[in-house]
């Protein structure tokens, strides 16, 4: 039922994901293994031309360079959806939105927050009466 290219691409991310963890420090292994990411990242890139239309395409590149996690999420999402066949137009930069809306409600809220300890400030509101 998997589409072939989606199993080389995973047989390929093992083998990253094993290499990374504690390689055998062959150099045939580890040029074998650039070479095969190398065809991953191209076939992924394939997908995307072929699924994405140029303006969606540049939104998502732009996503990628702001938040390349989220890049990253999306394009894998899209990969799949083509290998399913889920795609039968070129997705429009409408439907990308669209999509990401979809994963930003997915994805947890990550909020930062700003604590400022005013004994420790060099200005104080007390010293004004001065």
Not at 32 to 42: G, L, N, P, V
Not at 93 to 122: C, G, H, W, Y
């Amino acid at each position: 039922m998997d589409d072939p290219e989606l199993e080389n691409i995973r047989k390929q991310r093992l083998a990253q994901m094993q290499a990374q963890r504690g390689g055998t420090g062959d150099p045939s292994h580890a040029k074998a293994q650039e070479e095969r990411m190398q065809a991953m990242e191209e076939a992924k890139h394939t997908i995307l031309s072929q699924a994405l239309s140029q303006d969606a395409r540049a939104r998502l590149n732009t996503i990628k360079l702001s938040r390349p996690e989220k890049g990253a999420l999306v394009e894998n999402m899209i990969c799949r959806m083509a290998q399913m066949g889920q795609v039968s137009n070129k997705i429009t930069e409408q439907e990308l939105i669209q999509l990401l809306e979809s994963v930003n409600q997915q994805m947890p809220k990550t909020t930062s927050t700003v604590k400022f300890d005013r004994r420790r400030a060099a200005l104080d509101s007390d010293d004004d009466d001065l």
